[in-house]
């Protein structure tokens, strides 16, 4: 199936490990010029050196997605670099684990700016440019925290779900002028961000990581993790212009775990 990326620009938030080096992979093996950020350097280039030897056209930028200025200036430089924003892929670090009692108003305010304002503020650098243009996809990864709520992640739950009804709104207000709007929900995928939860879980019940990572697998109905290209693949096709009407969307890859019926 032709995707139609090779004339494309994408920005991947995040793009140095896990899920988003993942899409950002993918993407470039589609056609698309792709540009990354994330705060390390070290991952950052290791990431883009990777991709260019695959024949893939990337640029890649230092940036913190919490900082205002940041996003401004990654956007900025890759749009001088590779051309005018395409495909928007907001992505983060998960935040801090823990129940109400253990955040303090600091662990709410930095998640609130990681997860929900990076998410707006990305999305009104390149959203004009799209709307000319007639032409964008808007892909936030989020979580299946998002719709099933995950035990003792009480800043992700609860500002994945503020991402989700942010993407909901947008879509209907930008979906006739050719930008879809859709947010990617992973599941237990294995990257950084699962072995910190295993860990942090492994020392709060007593246990092992492995313990924790087996009792994830039974409550998942394909009884395994899911490996990034796996959701990576969903990505390139909602980047796609075969997905040109699916809009307003939250997708999950999560081998079955959410439970509800929508």
């Not at 093996?29 to 350097?41: L, P, T, Y």
């Not at 207000?173 to 492994?202: K, Q």
């Not at 969903?234 to 796609?240: K, P, V």
């Amino acid at each position: 199936m032709d995707l139609g990326l090779d004339r494309r620009v994408a920005f991947v938030a995040a793009g140095s490990k896990g899920l988003g080096r993942a899409v950002a992979e993918v993407l470039a093996a589609e056609g698309a010029a792709v540009s990354i950020c994330a705060r390390g350097r070290e991952a950052l280039e290791a990431t883009a050196e990777a991709i260019r030897e695959r024949g893939g056209r990337v640029h890649a930028v230092v940036a913190d997605v919490s900082t205002d200025d940041d996003i401004t200036r990654a956007i900025g430089e890759a749009e001088r670099a590779l051309g005018p924003i395409d495909i928007l892929v907001t992505n983060s670090g998960g935040p801090r684990a823990g129940t109400f009692e253990t955040l303090s108003p600091a662990d709410w305010d930095h998640a609130a700016r990681v997860l929900l304002t990076s998410a707006v503020n990305f999305t009104r650098a390149v959203l004009p440019g799209m709307r000319v243009r007639r032409w964008g996809r808007i892909l936030n990864v989020t979580s299946i925290a998002a719709k099933q709520p995950v035990e003792g992640l009480m800043l992700s739950n609860s500002l994945r779900a503020a991402v989700t009804a942010f993407a909901r709104t947008l879509a209907n207000e930008v979906a006739a002028d050719g930008v879809t709007v859709n947010n990617l929900m992973p599941g237990y995928t294995r990257t950084e961000r699962v072995v910190e939860l295993s860990t942090h879980l492994a020392t709060t019940e007593h246990t092992t990581t492995e313990a924790i990572v087996a009792r994830w697998e039974t409550e998942i109905p394909m009884r395994r993790l899911a490996e990034p290209h796996e959701f990576a693949a969903l990505a390139a096709f909602l980047a796609s212009e075969r997905a040109s009407y699916i809009t307003g969307q939250s997708i999950a890859v999560d081998g079955g775990w959410i439970k509800g019926m929508m």
